[in-house]
C-alpha cells in the first residue's frame, strides 16, 4: 500500500546528512512509499539532491520564531491566518504518516499539524511528551555520556521503524557546477586536500593556527598536493588569517572557497577532494555522505560512536578525556559546585593532531598522538562502528543487545 510520509528534520546539517541512512532504510524497507522531507529553508539544497526524496518542503524558522516572538507580546488573529496559511501551502492533504526526529516542540507540532499519525522521537501522540524507546535512549546517551556503541545515524533509523540500510550509496552530485574559476579544483594531478576551516559550534573550533601548521606541513612532505579551504560567508576571515600565516612559497597551492559556495557546490567541492578534515561538523558529514574519505579531529562533546562520519575506511582522532576521579579531585579542589556538571565537561587538547594526521595522509600509518586516540569506521547488518586503530574489526557486542531491547522486529 503506497503511502505518503513526511520526515522531520529540523536541526542542522550534520543532523539533516546523518538522517540519510534513514530515508534509504525506509526506502529499501517500503519501494512504493513517498517520502517527502521537511527541513530548514537554507538546507533545502541538499535535500533536493537525496534521490530518495520526492519532494522537499522548506521550513522557514525566521518567520515563525517572529511569529511566535510578536504573538507573545500581543496577541492578533491574523497571526493564527499567517500560521494557518503557512502550513496549508506545505501540504493541501495530510500525510499519511510524519517521521518526527527531533525532539524539540516545532519538529513535534509540525508533525501533528501535518500527518494523520507520527513516529519517532516521540510516542506519536500528538503533543505527548513521552519519549519513544528510541527517543528516551538518544536522550539518555546525551545526558550521561555512557559507553554507547550505537551511532545516531542508526538510532534515526530505529526511531523511523527500520532497521540500519543494507547499503549506502554515496550520494551523486554530478549535476552540479562550480563557478568557472573554480572548476579546476580537483583535475589537476596530486592528492587535493579540503580543510573545514570552522565550525558551527565554537567549542568545536580548531584553532586557526593549527590548520595552518597542517597545511604547511601537508604542501612540504606531500608532493603535488593541494588544499581546499572550505567553511561558510562567516568563516572569511578565518581562511585569510590561516593563508597570511604560510609561506610566501605555498600559498599558490592553496584554493581559498570560503563564502563562495551554496551547500550543492560544497557537495560537489568534497567530492573533488581525495580526504577532507575537519572537526565534527555538517560538512564533514556531507564530505563521508558524497563518497570522500574523511579524517575528524573530534574534541570538546563529540564522540566518535555517536557521530563519527557514517559509512567505511574514515579515520578519526578522539581527544581523551580525563580520568574522571582525577578530574572529580580537582574539581572539588578548585570548585565543588562544578561537580554536579561533570558529566558535560567538554574535553579540551592541549595539541592537536597534526603529524599524526599527516601520517595517516603520507602512508596510511596509524602514528600514536598523546592525548588523542585513532579510529576507523565499519560497517554490518547493525550500523555503524568504529574500532580503535591497530585492532581487529570486531563489533561490539552491545549495539545488537540495545536493538534486540528497543526493536526486537529488526532481528
Same mark, same amino acid.
Given at each position: 500500500? #503506497?503511502?505518503?510520509?513526511?520526515?522531520?528534520?529540523?536541526?542542522?546539517?550534520?543532523?539533516l546528512?546523518?538522517?540519510?541512512?534513514?530515508?534509504?532504510?525506509?526506502k529499501?524497507?517500503?519501494?512504493?512509499?513517498?517520502?517527502?522531507?521537511l527541513c530548514?529553508?537554507?538546507?533545502?539544497?541538499?535535500?533536493r539532491?537525496?534521490?530518495?526524496?520526492?519532494? *522537499?518542503?522548506?521550513?522557514?524558522?525566521?518567520? +515563525?520564531?517572529?511569529?511566535?516572538?510578536l504573538?507573545?507580546?500581543?496577541?492578533?488573529?491574523?497571526?493564527?491566518?499567517?500560521?494557518?496559511?503557512?502550513?496549508?501551502?506545505?501540504?493541501?492533504?495530510?500525510?499519511?504518516?510524519?517521521?518526527?526526529?527531533?525532539?524539540?516542540?516545532?519538529?513535534? @507540532?509540525?508533525?501533528?499539524?501535518?500527518?494523520?499519525?507520527?513516529?519517532?522521537?516521540?510516542?506519536?501522540?500528538?503533543?505527548?511528551?513521552?519519549?519513544?524507546p528510541?527517543?528516551?535512549?538518544?536522550?539518555?546517551?546525551?545526558k550521561?555520556?555512557?559507553?554507547?556503541? *550505537?551511532? @545516531?545515524a542508526?538510532?534515526?533509523?530505529?526511531?523511523?521503524?527500520?532497521?540500519?540500510?543494507?547499503?549506502?550509496?554515496?550520494?551523486?552530485?554530478?549535476?552540479v557546477?562550480l563557478?568557472?574559476?573554480?572548476?579546476?579544483i580537483?583535475q589537476?594531478?596530486?592528492?587535493?586536500?579540503?580543510v573545514?576551516?570552522?565550525?558551527?559550534d565554537?567549542?568545536?573550533?580548531?584553532?586557526?593556527?593549527?590548520?595552518?601548521?597542517?597545511?604547511a606541513?601537508?604542501?612540504?612532505q606531500?608532493?603535488g598536493?593541494?588544499?581546499?579551504?572550505?567553511?561558510?560567508?562567516?568563516?572569511q576571515?578565518?581562511?585569510?588569517w590561516?593563508?597570511a600565516?604560510l609561506?610566501?612559497s @605555498?600559498?599558490?597551492?592553496?584554493?581559498?572557497?570560503t563564502?563562495?559556495?551554496?551547500?550543492?557546490?560544497?557537495?560537489?567541492?568534497?567530492?573533488?577532494?581525495?580526504?577532507?578534515?575537519?572537526?565534527? #561538523?555538517?560538512?564533514?558529514?556531507?564530505?563521508?555522505?558524497?563518497?570522500?574519505?574523511?579524517?575528524?579531529?573530534?574534541?570538546?562533546?563529540?564522540?566518535?560512536?555517536?557521530?563519527?562520519?557514517?559509512?567505511?575506511?574514515?579515520?578519526?582522532?578522539?581527544?581523551?578525556?580525563?580520568?574522571?576521579?582525577?578530574?572529580? *579531585?580537582?574539581?572539588?579542589?578548585?570548585?565543588?559546585r562544578?561537580?554536579?556538571?561533570?558529566? #558535560?565537561?567538554? *574535553?579540551?587538547?592541549?595539541q +592537536?593532531?597534526?603529524?599524526?594526521?599527516?601520517?595517516?595522509?603520507?602512508?596510511?600509518?596509524?602514528?600514536?598522538?598523546?592525548?588523542?586516540?585513532? +579510529?576507523?569506521?565499519?560497517?554490518?547488518? +547493525?550500523?555503524?562502528?568504529?574500532?580503535?586503530?591497530?585492532?581487529?574489526?570486531?563489533?561490539?557486542?552491545?549495539r545488537?543487545?540495545?536493538?534486540?531491547?528497543?526493536?526486537?522486529?529488526?532481528?
Amino acid at each position: 500500500m #503506497t503511502k505518503r510520509v513526511l520526515l522531520i528534520q529540523l536541526a542542522r546539517l550534520g543532523d539533516l546528512v546523518q538522517t540519510i541512512p534513514a530515508m534509504m532504510a525506509l526506502k529499501e524497507a517500503h519501494a512504493d512509499w513517498i517520502l517527502d522531507l521537511l527541513c530548514p529553508i537554507h538546507l533545502e539544497d541538499i535535500g533536493r539532491i537525496l534521490p530518495v526524496i520526492s519532494t *522537499v518542503v522548506r521550513w522557514d524558522g525566521t518567520a +515563525w520564531n517572529r511569529r511566535a516572538r510578536l504573538a507573545e507580546k500581543e496577541f492578533r488573529p491574523e497571526y493564527v491566518v499567517e500560521a494557518d496559511t503557512d502550513i496549508r501551502a506545505i501540504t493541501q492533504e495530510l500525510y499519511d504518516c510524519a517521521c518526527v526526529l527531533n525532539q524539540h516542540p516545532r519538529a513535534i @507540532l509540525a508533525g501533528a499539524l501535518l500527518a494523520q499519525e507520527s513516529m519517532g522521537a516521540m510516542t506519536g501522540r500528538p503533543f505527548d511528551p513521552t519519549l519513544s524507546p528510541w527517543g528516551a535512549y538518544v536522550r539518555a546517551v546525551a545526558k550521561n555520556r555512557s559507553g554507547n556503541r *550505537v551511532h @545516531l545515524a542508526d538510532a534515526f533509523c530505529g526511531m523511523c521503524g527500520v532497521p540500519p540500510p543494507k547499503h549506502i550509496m554515496p550520494i551523486q552530485v554530478s549535476s552540479v557546477q562550480l563557478p568557472n574559476d573554480l572548476d579546476p579544483i580537483g583535475q589537476s594531478c596530486g592528492p587535493w586536500i579540503g580543510v573545514l576551516v570552522g565550525a558551527g559550534d565554537p567549542e568545536r573550533l580548531v584553532p586557526a593556527m593549527a590548520w595552518a601548521r597542517l597545511i604547511a606541513g601537508c604542501l612540504e612532505q606531500l608532493q603535488g598536493s593541494r588544499v581546499l579551504l572550505l567553511g561558510s560567508r562567516q568563516e572569511q576571515e578565518r581562511a585569510s588569517w590561516i593563508l597570511a600565516s604560510l609561506p610566501s612559497s @605555498l600559498v599558490g597551492r592553496v584554493w581559498d572557497t570560503t563564502g563562495r559556495l551554496s551547500l550543492a557546490e560544497l557537495a560537489q567541492a568534497l567530492t573533488r577532494c581525495q580526504v577532507v578534515i575537519g572537526a565534527d #561538523t555538517g560538512p564533514l558529514h556531507l564530505a563521508a555522505a558524497v563518497g570522500t574519505s574523511v579524517i575528524g579531529w573530534y574534541f570538546a562533546r563529540a564522540r566518535v560512536h555517536e557521530t563519527g562520519p557514517y559509512g567505511q575506511s574514515h579515520w578519526i582522532w578522539q581527544a581523551e578525556a580525563v580520568k574522571r576521579e582525577a578530574l572529580h *579531585v580537582k574539581l572539588e579542589r578548585e570548585d565543588p559546585r562544578r561537580i554536579e556538571s561533570l558529566d #558535560t565537561l567538554r *574535553v579540551s587538547p592541549v595539541q +592537536w593532531p597534526i603529524e599524526g594526521t599527516i601520517a595517516l595522509l603520507s602512508n596510511g600509518s596509524a602514528a600514536s598522538v598523546d592525548g588523542w586516540s585513532l +579510529w576507523t569506521s565499519y560497517r554490518d547488518r +547493525w550500523g555503524a562502528y568504529y574500532v580503535q586503530a591497530g585492532q581487529e574489526p570486531v563489533a561490539p557486542l552491545q549495539r545488537e543487545q540495545i536493538w534486540n531491547e528497543l526493536h526486537p522486529t529488526a532481528v
